[in-house]
């Protein structure tokens, strides 16, 4: 499956980003996803997954609460919606795929990586 991450920008804090990761294929919903993000300097980091089917969630800490994943498999897409955005949320965004039934939350579980979308908040 080939994945291509979207819609990061800037934004003020406290402001609001929708980022899309569109896959190819007719498969996707054979697919567990997650949201990974990497600051400069710093270590890819797991921010947010989700079951194939959509209907069980997980979040790291440091954005639960403010953070939704969400995915469309009838769009091929998935989604993570953050609010109440932090200077501390600056990072590149990357999408992972991993075909199982089971929801993963740690990089090396994930064998597709879209190709990252930045995402930088600061006032």
């Known amino acids: 499956v080939q994945l291509q991450a979207s819609g990061g920008g800037s934004v003020q804090p406290g402001g609001s980003l929708r980022l899309s990761c569109v896959a190819s294929?007719?498969?996707?919903?054979?697919?567990?996803m997650g949201w990974f993000r990497q600051a400069p300097g710093k270590e890819r980091e797991f921010v947010a997954a989700i079951t194939r089917s959509g209907g069980t969630t997980y979040y790291a800490d440091s954005v639960k609460g403010r953070f939704t994943i969400s995915r469309d498999n009838a769009k091929n897409t998935l989604y993570l919606q953050m609010n109440s955005l932090k200077p501390e949320d600056t990072a590149v965004y990357y999408c992972?795929?991993?075909?199982?039934?089971?929801?993963?939350?740690?990089?090396?579980?994930?064998?597709?990586w879209g190709q990252g979308t930045q995402v930088t908040v600061s006032s």
């Open positions: 992972a795929a991993v075909k199982t039934y089971t929801i993963v939350a740690v990089s090396t579980g994930y064998n597709y």
């Open positions: 294929g007719r498969t996707f919903g054979t697919y567990a």
